[in-house]
């Protein structure tokens, strides 16, 4: 996909931060310089002894890097393959993590602001106002929990900030009539108190074309909105982030390439089994009260992170959060024309996390000790329709007609009602 950025504005009073680190900067480390916290402390990336890839938001601006598959050509042995929303699948050095069972453990765990958000339905989430991404390839089940047996994405969002009042906006627009907006605010309100609110609409027509009239497939349809409360007092601060994020994408494109597009109605082949031509999907009458192909997804989550400094050694941390998801996906699943198989996903999820942290740091040795609680409910769907007289002439390969209609190919089914 191809951007033109049409407008960026950005205003700061008194000052616009543009270093990729921000409040969690050390006093002695330079302003442009990237801190990580993907061993839970505040670190150079250069101390850290694990394989890290990290980018910052100066650089995925740059370089248009506005979804998680876009910024994963950047880094090496990180791949993240985008079938829609509801079916990510995240590659580490080549293993993937794709399944969508409530009650699979994945492989690859991501993060944010160091809360889990693995469950496949709910971890492909939105890239913006962000202060930077971690990407830590190999076993970091120590760090990271047992789900991380292949590696870690860690998503680090930007926070509200105390003294600054910010403004930022982006227009862009693309091939398939593909388009984004966003826009972000902080301000301080009171002493020691700021808010930042962000937001992001992205679309983009089907790359697919709907041969059968209608929406093409495989498109984008996603808002997303995030607000976050910073507050500090004494040696006390506080974030508390909320997040929230819909999909309503059409039907993914699922093409055969044993049988050509044909009519449902008429018989008549409208397209080939290229990747190129389009293809002929319909859900069958009646599946699931009538819903259309496409997704349906919510995910929303609110986090709570407070820190208390109780002498230059140690450090308190707690991280209280809440997530769920939401997720119908209906898709057809043989690739024809004909209503032979249709099949749908409903996903959800509802997860709770508590984390304390007690964090020394002296001289040379640094050390931290923990407990954490996590509870989850995951449930899922797999609804399916099979139309009889279909399958049963795909079983006996006579989908054509069987000689009913002379001369006509293997490869084109015949009318639904012959």
């Known amino acids: 996909m191809h951007f033109r950025s049409l407008a960026l504005a950005?205003?700061?009073?008194?000052?616009f931060a543009t270093a990729t680190a921000h409040a969690e900067t050390p006093d002695a480390a330079p302003a442009d310089s990237i801190i990580v916290t993907a061993q839970l402390r505040e670190q150079d990336p250069i101390d850290v002894p694990m394989a890290?890839?990290?980018?910052?938001?100066?650089?995925?601006?740059?370089?248009?890097?506005?979804?998680?598959?876009?910024?994963?050509?950047?880094?090496p042995g990180f791949d993240v393959q985008n079938q829609s929303p509801n079916n990510p699948g995240f590659v580490m050095r080549g293993i993937a993590s794709d399944s969508g069972t409530a009650s699979n453990e994945p492989r690859v765990s991501?993060?944010?602001?160091?809360?889990?958000?693995?469950?496949?339905?709910?971890?492909?989430?939105?890239?913006?106002?962000?202060?930077?991404v971690e990407i830590a390839k190999g076993p970091q089940?120590?760090?990271?929990?047992?789900?991380?047996?292949?590696?870690?994405?860690?998503?680090?969002?930007?926070?509200?900030?105390?003294?600054?009042?910010?403004?930022?906006?982006?227009?862009?627009?693309?091939?398939?009539?593909?388009?984004?907006?966003?826009?972000?605010?902080?301000?301080?309100?009171?002493?020691?108190?700021?808010?930042?609110?962000?937001g992001r609409i992205r679309k983009r027509d089907g790359y697919t074309e709907n041969l059968l009239g209608g929406a093409d497939f495989n498109s984008?349809?996603?808002?997303?909105?995030?607000?976050?409360?910073?507050?500090?007092?004494?040696?006390?601060?506080?974030?508390?982030?909320?997040?929230?994020?819909?999909?309503?994408?059409?039907?993914?494109?699922?093409?055969?390439?044993?049988?050509?597009?044909?009519?449902?109605?008429?018989?008549?082949?409208i397209g080939d089994r290229s990747r190129n031509s389009g293809a002929a999907l319909a859900a069958a009458d009646g599946f699931e009260g009538g819903k259309g192909l496409g997704l349906d997804r919510?995910?929303?989550?609110?986090?709570?992170?407070?820190?208390?400094?109780?002498?230059?050694?140690?450090?308190?941390?707690?991280?209280?959060?809440?997530?769920?998801?939401?997720?119908?996906?209906?898709?057809?699943?043989?690739?024809?024309?004909?209503?032979?198989?249709?099949?749908?996903?409903?996903?959800?999820?509802?997860?709770?996390?508590?984390?304390?942290?007690?964090?020394?740091?002296?001289?040379?040795?640094?050390?931290?000790?923990?407990?954490?609680?996590?509870?989850?409910?995951?449930?899922?769907?797999?609804?399916t329709q099979f139309d009889e007289r279909a399958t049963l002439a795909r079983l006996a390969g006579a989908l054509n007609g069987g000689g009913a209609i002379p001369g006509r190919a293997a490869t084109d089914p015949v009318p639904a009602a012959l």
Do not use: C
């Open 10 to 15: 950005a205003i700061s009073l008194p000052v």
């Open 52 to 75: 890290l890839s990290v980018v910052g938001n100066e650089q995925m601006d740059r370089m248009g890097l506005y979804e998680f598959d876009a910024l994963s050509r950047f880094v």
């Open 110 to 132: 991501v993060y944010q602001d160091g809360v889990s958000i693995s469950k496949s339905r709910g971890s492909y989430v939105e890239l913006f106002d962000i202060e930077r």
């Open 141 to 198: 089940s120590t760090l990271y929990g047992r789900g991380a047996l292949i590696g870690a994405v860690n998503i680090i969002q930007n926070k509200a900030q105390l003294d600054n009042i910010e403004a930022a906006g982006r227009v862009s627009y693309g091939n398939y009539n593909s388009w984004l907006t966003e826009g972000m605010v902080n301000a301080p309100i009171g002493e020691g108190m700021a808010i930042r609110l962000a």
């Open 220 to 269: 984008a349809d996603t808002k997303a909105v995030r607000g976050s409360f910073h507050g500090e007092k004494g040696d006390l601060s506080f974030d508390l982030i909320g997040n929230y994020q819909k999909d309503t994408p059409n039907g993914t494109g699922f093409k055969s390439i044993a049988y050509n597009p044909t009519d449902p109605a008429t018989g008549a082949v």
């Open 298 to 383: 919510q995910v929303w989550g609110v986090t709570g992170i407070a820190r208390l400094k109780l002498n230059d050694q140690f450090n308190l941390t707690s991280t209280t959060a809440f997530r769920r998801f939401d997720a119908l996906e209906i898709f057809d699943a043989d690739g024809i024309s004909l209503p032979m198989l249709t099949a749908a996903e409903d996903a959800r999820g509802r997860q709770f996390s508590q984390e304390f942290r007690l964090t020394y740091d002296r001289g040379p040795i640094t050390a931290f000790l923990g407990g954490s609680y996590f509870w989850e409910n995951g449930t899922q769907r797999v609804p």
